[in-house]
Every structure is written in C-alpha cells, then in structure tokens.
C-alpha cells in the first residue's frame, strides 16, 4: 500500500511538527489549519508516523481529497474510493461526517452519503453487506467538507495520540503530552541540558522529557493503534518499526527535576513515574517555584513549565504573584532559559523581563479550545537553543 496520509496537531503548531516530521525523514506540507499533508507513504511509515511523532495528534491516510459542493459531488466523490483496500468484509466501519461553511445538508447526511458508498463498494466487490458501527467501529472514516474542500480519510490513530501516557495519578489540570513535547522542543533541553518543572502537577513535561534523553517511542505506553486494524497495514509493520525503535533506548544520563508545592502533586507524580518505570531518573520533591529553595545554583539550565493560569480555577491576584517570583527565583539558581505556557501573556511576559530574562520567542496557539502562548526567555549571556 501507498497513501497520502494527514498528519493533525494544534492550530499555531503546524510549522514545529512539520520540522519534527522531518527529523523523522518524512517531508510535510501544510494543507489547513492543523493537518499537514505527507505524501506517499507505505505500511511502515503510517506505524512509524503514530508510534514516534510526540507533537501530532492524529494520522489519517487520505482516501479521498478535491473539491465538492452539492450533494451529487460528494456522492460522486465517495463512489470513487475503494474502501476495500482499508477494511475485511467482515469488520465494521463507522462514518463521521464534519462540515463548516454554507450548504443545504448537514454533516449527518455527508457521513450518511459516503456510508452508503462504503456499502456499495462491497456489495460490487465481494458481494456482501458490511455492517455499520457507530460507537465503536474497527475502522472510522472522516469525511470533512470546509466550504468546499472535501475530504475523505480514514484514522489510522484511534484515540488521539494525546493519550499515550501510564497514569495512576490523574492531575486535575493535566498538560497534554504533545504540548510538553512542542514545549521542550522549542527549549534547549537536549541529552545533557539540565530541566527542571517547579510546578509539575501530575509530572508530563518530565515525562516527555525523560522519554526524549532515553529516545522512547512516543506510542511506547499506548495500548492499541487503529492501524493494528487496517487491511492496508502490513501485519509485519508495527513489530518492525517498534523492534527498531526499541533496540535505540539508552539509559538517562541527564538530570531532571520535578517538584511542586502540594505533597498530594508531588505523590502523585512519584506513583506516575514509578509506573512508567522513570522514578530513578526524576528527581521530585516539594517546593515552592517562589522560592526553589529545593534545588542549588547552577543545578538546572532550562526551566520548562506550565504553571497555573487561575482563569478558571485559582485566584488571580496569587498567580500574579507567582509570575512575578517565580522567574526572579530562577534567575537566582542559574537558571539559564525560561519556556513557559499559559493564556497570560502580557503577565508573562512582564515578570520574564523584570526579573532580568529576554523574551525571545511568542507563539499563539489553540490549546483545547482557548488561545494560548508558549514564551521562551532566556537570560542575558545564555547561548542560542539546540535548534
Ligand atoms: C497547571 S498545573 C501543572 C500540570 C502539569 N503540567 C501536569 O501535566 O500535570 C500547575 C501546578 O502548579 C502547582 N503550583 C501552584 N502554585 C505553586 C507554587 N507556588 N509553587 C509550586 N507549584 C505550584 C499546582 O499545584 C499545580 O500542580
């Protein structure tokens, strides 16, 4: 098999998950707003694309991709898939139509026109009627018309890539994987560089951390892929890419710190480590980011962080407070660079600067439905990130 396949990340990432991809040997083009295109891939590379980009949320290869407006261009636009190529007649399928724009049918009767051209392409195949499932399909199609672009794909992800990690302790506020990994890429944290998270909840950023020195695959933690279920995936493919990419892992030889100021924090990420089989390579305690009184001068070069926004929960006056010191504080360990998300930009921004740090990269960006930044300072005589 070869396809095109649609890589999907957050809105304002694109550019960094398109230089990731690349790290990777695969060369992406941006198509809209959170999906990439990669073209011609085969069995291997659709394993390779789900089981070790840390940055995208989903992989879909592209059954169907053009234009269409009226009813009877959608329905001829789904005649002309085979859809034999992804699924067995005996297992089941599932349609979900998206539409946004101006039309006179909605994204039920899309998902309903390209279901029944799943069907009729079986029945004239193989004679047979494949059965629809709609909670829970062996294989989902998307089919997706933004004004009139249309778009006919097939996940090969299943649950979004953001959920990846062995987690007992469930943080109330958790950070996304694939936002940490975007995060510490746009640091310096490289093998060697020192992090440290002074408020690191359930512990992610650390995770995704330990998980880059080591060189794990970002899908070592999921339990099933969609594409496990794909006709067009190569029984052989996973086994392959997963025994390569296993074959690389080295031991941690770079320091990683996490701690925060809630005991229950600090137990929780303890139990989250332990599970994922790091609890000798972070070292976690509780502090205050205030004070970090928990850590020496020049123990950690880059302080990569998600601190909390107090937008819905928290007191704003506290978290302005917080902004204000933590950065001073860091300054006052040798802390050489500062990346940093939140919606509080301006805050941000000032208490970076105040404190002696120069803001040297904002990016805005869609974060589960609201906008958010990723700053990046770094301190006056600090040399210029990996990148
Ligand atoms: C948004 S959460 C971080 C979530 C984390 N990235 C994760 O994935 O689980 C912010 C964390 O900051 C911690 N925190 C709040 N104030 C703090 C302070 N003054 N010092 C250290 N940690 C603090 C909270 O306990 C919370 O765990």
Redesign the pocket.
Known sequence: MRTDAAVGCAVGLEDLVTEELGELGYQAEYIKPAKLLVRDVGSDDVVSLNYLTRQATRVFLMAWIGEAESVGDIRACADEVDYTQYMTPEQTFGVKGVRSGEHEFTSTDIGAYVGAAVVDCFQARHGVRVRANLDEPDVQFYAELRDSHFMITVNSTGESLIRRHARPFQ?F???RPNLAATLLRMSSFESGVGMLD????????STEACMMVRKIPSGHFRDSFAFERLHCVDEGSYARVRAEALSQIVPCSTKLGAC???AR?VEGMRGNFAEQGFGDDIRTWE????TLDGIEVGEYDTLVT???YGVRIGNPRVVRR?YDAFPIAAMDKGIREIVVTTPRQANICHALTAAGYKVVEQRHFLYGGLWSWIVRAVAPDAPPAAS
């Open positions: 943080h506020a958790p950070m002074p408020m690191a909840g359930g512990g992610t950023i925060d100021k809630y924090s502090d205050m980011a205030e998600n601190p909390p917080l």
